[in-house]
């Protein structure tokens, strides 16, 4: 029976993944067998695309299992916190047991003592047997336990002498004495590479890492020293070379050691166990304790002074700290930072101020604010963390809204700001960065524009959304927003200023930026006049070197004037000419055309009126009034190098006809080109310009006196 397309493709992928999973897989002969059994590139694209499927159902297959290992994750942590806390019940009930026997312990030997006093033989006897030091034939065990304690603090003390830098670090306390010690290699977490040889001090409630110092033997210098309660004990899994290793956890970082044989190993993370199960039990029987409420203070002796005031003896007030939830506080911060749970973390600890916001400061509040203020500091170092540069920009402003409101909660709104700001800084010079310059400058200023402002505007109404409550926090904003307007505006000069743009091209591009500018109007910010004031030097370099142009342009038509009207030869040609000067402003320019197709002007006036307009036009379109003199001064130049032509041509003419012909052209320029460029430029910028007035009127001169010889300038 034949077989359908579906189970023909279902073949050849089982093949196909028995082929990559055999062990003797070789992607290169696999690739070149391949390459010789295909008939062409169609059998390749199919066998590429049977790959590709075979690669998407892997992936799928990996997501499915990696999620469901998450969730047996989640529920084997669950189940082994309920048995840690079994535990520490069962450990609670031996010591009572053990405090139970202590006591009978004790009852008998007070009945001892009062039997040695009646009968001194029998305790002289008794005292000998009992004394480690006086019966040398004592167990072993017994001689340690009566001398345990000072013992254990003496060796502490001689060993800690040892280490330089631990002193003031370490302060002595009666009750820190020495559980174990012994030399350690550190190895790189990542690498696997030995970093250096150390020696671990563990104490009953801290681990002390000192490092060898290779000059001076049998003495180390501090290096690090760790809490218990915040401290993992995780074995590593023997792998040749690296065997005897075991993992320090202390959050956010690891260390990794080796021991020296497994059977020291061993007792490591035996000891360590040990000693942080008893740390927790003692410090939950001291807790208990010191939470039975104390005898009232007594009463004040009574005054005979009838004139002095009752003062009414406050009674200290007891903090109950023995609440299974406080108890539990630091463990389920620790849980809440594993998992990510920044709300519930923030949530327990405004619970816990809550609760302590009218209680008295007593020492157990102390302690207890401590340990917690030590999970703070890791949480905001995780929340830091989110915001940092270095996560992933994607997601928008929106994907910081998380870390930046539980830095807030937590009453760091300051760095949460500043976070933020530089998260946005960093997102938006990416953004920039990815852009492809486009042939055309216009385009690629358009997409400039649009992913800079769209991003600066997101910004803003994400900042306002996370800092409604703290205004202080927004002068800091403006301050991040002149700064990247500062990067956009690098990055739109090196475009459009640096690669010698027209005028006219930059001019629509300077546009564009403005528009985009005042979208920014709508959340009520206003950064037009820092646009203008960084620009602004590039606008000027711009408007002199086009100025330039025209002047060396108008100087080389000047040198080759003859003099002569113009012969457009086609009607179509002069209906051209006179829609162009109509589009500049000079609507009288018909009384100038003669019969057929002839202007009763010079070329070099045409060329030059066309061009002069064409520059007042672009430049309006970047005028702001830190430009006005730029712009005022550079017309004035233009304009002047073909009133001086004119009038030198006027005065050293002598054929009649054609000095006839140049005071047309002068009548021309002088009615009629530069009243329409006065006009337009009082239009674009709002107010008069008294030199283009100035220069107007000095052509009375010429028009009162044509022969004279004075120049006009």
């Known amino acids: 029976m034949a077989l359908s397309l579906g189970e023909v493709a279902a073949v050849g992928g089982s093949r196909l993944r028995r082929q990559l999973e055999s062990g003797s897989y070789a992607a290169d002969a696999y690739v070149k067998v391949l390459s010789q059994q295909s008939d062409g590139d169609r059998d390749l694209q199919e066998h590429r695309q049977r790959i590709q499927a075979l690669s998407e159902e892997t992936a799928q297959s990996l997501k499915r299992n990696v999620y469901q290992n998450y969730r047996q994750f989640i529920e084997t942590a669950r189940e082994i916190s309920y048995l840690e806390s079994e535990m520490y019940q069962l450990s609670h009930i031996l010591t009572e047991q053990k405090g139970i026997m202590e006591a009978v312990t004790q009852a008998l030997l007070q009945q001892a003592s009062t039997a040695d006093r009646d009968d001194p033989a029998l305790g002289g006897a008794r005292r000998v047997a009992t004394d480690p030091h006086a019966n040398p034939f004592l167990p072993l065990s017994a001689k340690d336990a009566a001398a345990n304690e000072e013992g254990r603090q003496r060796t502490l003390t001689t060993l800690l002498e040892k280490v330089e830098g631990c002193r003031d670090l370490l302060p002595e306390s009666p009750g820190k004495y020495l559980v174990y010690n012994g030399d350690l290699v550190e190895y790189d977490a990542d690498h696997m590479v030995q970093v250096q040889r150390v020696h671990a001090f563990l104490m009953n409630d801290c681990l ?14 501090y290096d690090a020293l760790y809490p218990l309660d915040g401290l993992a004990v995780v074995n590593v899994k023997d792998n040749p070379p690296m065997k005897d290793m075991f993992k320090l956890l202390m959050f956010p970082e690891s260390r990794i050691f080796q021991a020296e044989n497994a059977k020291i190993k061993k007792e ?98 102390r302690e207890l604010r401590a340990k917690v203020d030590e999970r703070i500091r890791q949480l905001t170092d995780v ?3 989110e915001l940092s540069p270095d996560r992933s920009l994607r997601g928008g402003p929106r994907a910081t809204r998380r870390a930046v409101s539980q830095l807030i909660r937590l009453g760091q709104s300051t760095k949460a ?27 690629y200023i358009h997409k400039l524009c649009h992913v800079f402002f769209t991003s600066l505007l997101e910004t803003a109404r994400e900042f306002e ?9 927004y002068s800091a904003f403006v301050v991040w927003a002149r700064s990247a307007m500062r990067m956009f505006v690098d990055a739109f000069s090196k475009q459009v200023f640096d690669s010698k743009e027209s005028l006219s091209t930059a001019a629509e591009c300077v546009k564009v930026a403005k528009e985009h500018c005042k979208q920014l109007s709508e959340i009520g910010l206003d950064l037009t006049f820092i646009i203008h004031a960084l620009l602004v ?8 070197s086009y100025k330039d142009i025209i002047i060396e342009a108008t100087k080389h038509r000047n040198s080759e004037e003859m003099w002569r009207r113009m012969n457009l030869m086609t009607p179509e040609a002069l209906g051209k000419l006179r829609e162009e000067m109509r589009s500049c402003g000079v609507t009288s320019f018909d009384q100038y055309t003669g019969d057929d197709c002839w202007v009763n002007l010079s070329y070099t006036v045409v060329a030059f009126t066309k061009q002069t307009m064409a520059f007042l036009e672009e430049a309006l379109k970047l005028y702001f009034p830190e430009l006005h003199m730029v712009l005022l001064e550079s017309l004035v130049e233009i304009i002047l190098v073909a009133v001086q032509h004119v009038d030198y041509s006027l005065r050293c003419e002598q054929d009649p006809e054609k000095k006839a012909f140049i005071r047309q052209n002068a009548s021309f320029l002088y009615e009629t080109v530069l009243p329409v460029v006065e006009k337009r430029f009082e239009e674009g910028v709002g107010k008069p310009a008294k030199q283009l007035q100035d220069l107007r009127n000095a052509s009375r001169l010429m028009r009162i006196n044509p022969e004279s010889t004075t120049s006009v300038v």
């Open 208 to 221: 002390l890492v000192a490092a060898w110092l290779p000059n001076r033997r049998g003495t180390y210098r």
């Open 268 to 365: 490591w993370l035996e000891v360590l166990e040990e000693t942080k199960r008893n740390r927790v039990l003692s410090e939950k029987r001291r807790l208990e304790q010191e939470a039975p409420a104390r005898a009232p203070p007594p009463a004040p002796p009574e005054t005979t002074n009838p004139f002095e005031e009752e003062e009414a003896t406050p009674e200290e007030e007891i903090v109950d700290l023995s609440l299974e939830w406080i108890q539990e506080l630091p463990e389920d911060l620790d849980v809440c930072i594993a998992q990510r749970d920044f709300e519930g973390a923030v949530d327990l600890l405004d619970k816990l101020n809550e609760y302590l916001g009218d209680k008295p400061v007593t020492q157990l509040v």
């Open 383 to 385: 929340l830091v963390f």
């Open 417 to 443: 700001c500043e976070l933020f700001l530089r998260n946005r800084e960093a997102a938006v010079h990416t953004a920039i960065r990815q852009l492809r310059i486009e042939g055309a400058t216009l385009l």
């Open 465 to 473: 959304t996370d800092f409604a409550g703290n205004s202080g926090c």
């Open 537 to 544: 030097k590039d606008i000027k370099g711009a408007l002199q």
